[in-house]
């Protein structure tokens, strides 16, 4: 696979680099004269806690950055930039006087129920009318030219989509990073799992920063104190009420003991804030630039959200997909892999080109509207900082899912084989014990924290000492609980680029119970790698309740009936080289990257029993189990 822009430096812009592409799909090319990243023009003047009245009266705190007249004659008015936080907008400073510096106004914003806004918080409830209210108003200043945009990573992403299902007039454009949507898909309810990630976030960052625990310094210590205890936490589900230290933050125990009730079918999971494609016809007309990563813990949803608004609006929208975690767009490694260093942009001046090209109307073509980083063409050998550097190089595309992707089965056959070839076999099957009081251990993958439960990216998948509900460190391949198929090492490179899907036919002793999936290339051994490496590609997980749809709940699994799911494993890109395996896991956990089935078919969020489920992949004839993968041709490259 040829590199798209071969030598370039650390910091690269890369969106500008994109204005000197051609043709798609991408071929080689020179490499772009070096980018200077704009020099402030103009001094800063900060003005903090200015508090804006929502229209049913809570008062919503804001910090102003404004550029001065001070290095030059300029306009009194100014294009505004938004940022709405949970997570105190004091910490947006640096943001804040870097694009004021350069001729934005920046309104940095408590959401409702945070630091220093009124109200009480709910999980993006809020957030849509005050959204629109705080554009509205912002619009109304007479330092404002009426354009606002918006920005920020992570759940400041997802207030972005919040507000523009609301449509505020004023609204210009958006830049979402790694953004909260889609809650239900994935991200919080994820194929009818619940991903823990979010319980760890009320734990730790939630209820100690609750506004009760910021006016009581004791009350604030003792929840981070429990909070620190998040492993003992998730080991003890379920949730009830008034039985943790949460419920002296009772709106965040009340969040999650509903979030982990409520089934992906449930009303929370659909309303706006929560959902974009459930709300595209509501959804403003305006430039989005979507940004994520492949191990990051919205990419499926982000991905989504471009598919379902490039096909629906008429404003231009683009989509950037790099090899990060969530928030490491500053990075060019995820977990124990690297990468080039290219791969690392500096976000602030990504977003500040694509400002100036929509709300400055600064005459600068147009980008590709896909670009996307193809992991993999590295030498897997152990980089100067110690991580497999696993390569790979940029490329521009004319559309997502690429179009010119062919989807290729891969069959799962007896003996632990992965082969184009469907079973001809007219029986076969293996049955694993699932025990739910000893999962399998998560280590790696789409996850948004690394804050004591979890570590997110890629990683070699044998547990290490801190990895959790790992009784030992022997790699998960040896698990009897984990049924791995793989193919023979490939006697040439194989490009996977789209979602990835496990068509599996299954049954099970229990009324319901879990299966996961996991996607790996199995590198092959050298001098530094001896054993080899495991890296994990992507994940996923399905519920069996909900084996027909996530839009309602099959009813109790009947002991031995076989039945044929789908589960859809987050998108990726990534090049599988010359002499290692394509391999696929199958298993029933994945914990605590996702909450434990119990097997006993309680309601969600309500066990008080654990059972042992004798799970059935089978792999014959009339059931032929495969991964399904979109495969770009080496030609096409």
């Given at each position: 696979m040829r590199k798209l822009y071969p030598g370039m430096g650390i910091r690269w812009t890369v969106a500008v680099a994109w204005m000197l592409v051609g043709a798609l799909p991408a071929v080689a090319r020179a490499e772009p004269p070096a980018v200077q990243n704009?020099?402030?023009?103009?001094?800063?003047?900060?003005?903090?806690?200015?508090?804006?009245?929502?229209?049913?009266?809570?008062?919503?705190?804001?910090?102003?950055?404004?550029?001065t007249q001070e290095a030059s004659p300029t306009p009194a008015r100014f294009p505004t930039l938004?940022?709405?936080?949970?997570?105190?907008?004091?910490?947006?400073?640096g943001e804040g006087r870097y694009y004021a510096g350069r001729g934005y106004v920046v309104v940095a914003n408590d959401v409702r129920g945070r630091y220093a806004s009124q109200g009480t918080w709910r999980m993006m409830v809020d957030d849509p009318a005050d959204g629109y209210d705080v554009v509205e108003w912002i619009a109304a200043q007479p330092w404002s030219d009426g354009r606002v945009g918006t920005f920020g990573t992570s759940y400041p992403g997802g207030t972005q989509h919040a507000l523009a299902e609301m449509n505020p007039p004023h609204l210009t454009t958006m830049v979402p990073v790694d953004a909260l949507s889609n809650c239900g898909v994935s991200g919080m309810r994820h194929g009818g799992a619940f991903e823990l990630r979010f319980m760890n976030w009320v734990h730790q960052i939630g209820a100690p920063n609750s506004r009760?625990?910021?006016?009581?310094?004791?009350?604030?210590?003792?929840?981070?104190?429990?909070?620190?205890?998040?492993?003992?936490?998730?080991?003890?589900?379920?949730?009830?009420?008034?039985?943790?230290?949460?419920?002296?933050?009772?709106?965040?125990?009340?969040?999650?003991?509903?979030?982990?009730?409520?089934?992906?079918?449930?009303?929370?999971?659909?309303?706006?804030?929560?959902?974009?494609?459930?709300?595209?016809?509501?959804?403003?007309?305006?430039?989005v630039l979507h940004l994520t990563g492949w191990y990051d813990s919205w990419t499926?949803?982000?991905?989504?959200?471009?598919?379902?608004?490039?096909?629906?609006?008429?404003?231009?929208q683009r989509l950037i997909i790099g090899p990060w975690v969530h928030g490491?767009?500053?990075?060019?490694?995820?977990?124990?892999?690297?990468?080039?260093?290219?791969?690392?942009?500096?976000?602030r001046a990504l977003r500040l080109r694509w400002y100036d090209r929509w709300m400055k109307g600064e005459n600068l073509p147009d980008d590709p509207p896909v670009m996307l980083y193809i992991m993999g063409t590295g030498d897997d050998r152990r980089s100067a900082s110690g991580r497999l550097m696993h390569g790979g190089a940029w490329r521009a595309e004319r559309e997502w899912p690429i179009k010119r992707a062919s989807s290729t089965s891969f069959y799962m056959h007896g003996g632990g084989q992965l082969s184009p070839e469907p079973p001809r076999e007219?029986?076969?099957?293996?049955?694993?014990?699932?025990?739910?009081?000893?999962?399998?251990?998560?280590?790696?993958?789409?996850?948004?924290?690394?804050?004591?439960?979890?570590?997110?990216?890629?990683?070699?998948?044998?547990?290490?000492?801190?990895?959790?509900?790992?009784?030992?460190?022997?790699?998960?391949s040896e698990r009897r609980d984990v049924l791995v198929f793989h193919t023979p090492p490939l006697d040439h490179d194989i490009e996977v680029t789209g979602s990835v899907e496990a068509k599996l036919w299954v049954a099970s002793s229990a009324p319901d119970t879990d299966f996961t999936v996991k996607l790996v290339e199995e590198i092959a051994p050298n001098p530094d790698y001896p054993l080899g490496f495991d890296?994990?590609?992507?994940?996923?997980?399905?519920?069996?309740?909900?084996?027909?749809?996530?839009?309602?709940?099959?009813?109790?699994?009947?002991?031995?009936?076989v039945v044929p799911i789908t589960i859809t494993l987050y998108p990726t890109a990534n090049v599988f080289k010359k002499g290692s395996r394509i391999r696929v896991d199958v298993s029933?956990?994945?914990?605590?990257?996702?909450?434990?089935?119990?097997n006993t078919g309680e309601p969600l969020g309500e066990f008080r029993r654990m059972v042992t489920a004798e799970n059935t992949l089978y792999h014959d004839s009339a059931h032929p189990s495969r991964v399904v993968l979109p495969i770009v041709a080496a030609e096409s490259r």
């Open positions: 704009r020099v402030a023009t103009h001094g800063v003047s900060v003005e903090k806690n200015v508090m804006i009245r929502a229209r049913d009266g809570v008062l919503l705190a804001v910090d102003l950055y404004r550029p938004l940022t709405r936080t949970p997570y105190d907008k004091t910490g947006v400073e009760a625990a910021l006016a009581n310094p004791e009350l604030r210590r003792a929840l981070v104190e429990s909070g620190a205890r998040i492993r003992e936490h998730v080991d003890a589900l379920p949730v009830r009420a008034g039985m943790s230290p949460l419920k002296l933050a009772p709106e965040y125990e009340s969040w999650l003991i509903e979030a982990m009730h409520s089934g992906p079918q449930a009303p929370l999971w659909h309303a706006k804030g929560m959902s974009v494609i459930d709300h595209v016809p509501d959804y403003a007309d305006v430039p499926r949803q982000v991905s989504l959200n471009y598919e379902v608004l490039s096909r629906s609006k008429k404003s231009p490491g767009q500053g990075s060019n490694h995820a977990g124990e892999v690297e990468f080039t260093t290219d791969a690392a942009l500096d976000l007219p029986s076969g099957s293996t049955t694993y014990n699932y025990d739910p009081r000893q999962p399998v251990p998560t280590i790696g993958g789409n996850i948004s924290s690394n804050q004591g439960l979890i570590t997110n990216g890629g990683y070699d998948q044998r547990p290490r000492g801190d990895t959790h509900a790992a009784l030992n460190r022997l790699p998960l890296l994990n590609i992507g994940d996923s997980i399905l519920r069996m309740r909900y084996r027909e749809g996530l839009d309602h709940e099959a009813g109790p699994m009947r002991p031995g009936e029933s956990s994945n914990y605590p990257r996702f909450d434990r089935n119990p």
